[in-house]
């Protein structure tokens, strides 16, 4: 079992930053990749972004550049710094990870970003 909690949502605007953080516990021993996924209203989940082991990463295209994924093993927790936000990365985001096969999520932490 892995329990995640995600903070640092919040009103912003465009042009602005923000940093999420997402503070893992249980079976982290367990943990190899973290991630961020996003949902807008009416759309899709989708990931932004994806860290394996230390500093292995990946991005989706419509942020890369702008957001920064990371984590701090020794406080088992993974960030996502966000600059130069856009209307459109207003959404609520949520991170993730898979232990045994199961993925565990999250209750997400609303970004809004206003123009």
């Known amino acids: 079992q892995v329990q995640l909690v995600e903070s640092g949502g919040g009103l912003v605007q465009a042009g602005g930053s923000l940093r999420l953080s997402c503070a893992a516990s249980?079976?982290?021993?367990?943990?190899?990749?973290m991630g961020w996924y996003r949902q807008a209203p009416g759309k899709q989940r989708e990931l932004v972004a994806r860290?394996?082991?230390?500093?292995?990463?990946n991005y989706a295209l419509s942020v890369k550049g702008r957001f920064t994924i990371s984590r701090d093993n020794a406080k088992n927790t993974a960030y996502l710094q966000m600059n130069s936000l856009k209307p459109e990365d207003t959404a609520v985001y949520y991170c993730?990870?898979?232990?045994?096969?199961?993925?565990?999520w999250g209750k997400g932490t609303l970004v809004t970003v206003s123009s």
């Open positions: 993730n990870t898979r232990v045994g096969g199961i993925d565990y």
């Open positions: 249980g079976s982290i021993f367990s943990i190899n990749a």
């Open positions: 860290i394996f082991g230390v500093d292995s990463t």
